[in-house]
């Protein structure tokens, strides 16, 4: 079955970064749209970015725009996110997702556990 495992969390403060990695088994990883999203205490689950199969194509929610970076490695089937200039408001469980549609940024049905970040100010 499908398994998406993501790891890299972790405290750090406002200005720093982190890099998150989602290891992916049991689908052809190479075929699939996959993308980030995050859910805050107290809120729903939102979009964060996302990468087209091929990796040509990518998608980021305003508020991560020109901090974060989406990446695929199709040989690995693997995931990660780039996370500069952390603030406090990406405090989050960071939830890797698989199938979905990075214009629409609709998920796909797949998620992992989640990590969780936490940004001290």
């Known amino acids: 079955q499908v398994q998406l495992v993501e790891s890299g969390g972790g405290l750090v403060q406002a200005g720093q970064s982190l890099r998150l990695s989602c290891t992916t088994s049991?689908?052809?990883?190479?075929?699939?749209?996959m993308a980030w999203y995050r859910q805050a205490p107290g809120k729903g689950r939102e979009f964060v970015a996302a990468?087209?199969?091929?990796?040509?194509?990518?998608n980021y929610a305003d508020s991560v725009k020109d901090r974060f970076t989406i990446s695929r490695d199709n040989a690995k089937a693997t995931l990660a996110l780039q996370m500069n200039s952390l603030k406090p408001e990406d405090t989050a469980v960071y939830y890797c997702?698989?199938?979905?549609?990075?214009?629409?940024?609709?998920?796909?049905?797949?998620w992992g556990q989640g990590t969780q970040v936490t940004v001290s100010s």
């Open positions: 997702n698989a199938g979905g549609d990075i214009i629409s940024t609709e998920p796909g049905e797949d």
């Open positions: 049991g689908f052809t990883f190479r075929y699939y749209n």
């Open positions: 990468i087209h199969y091929s990796g040509q194509n990518t």
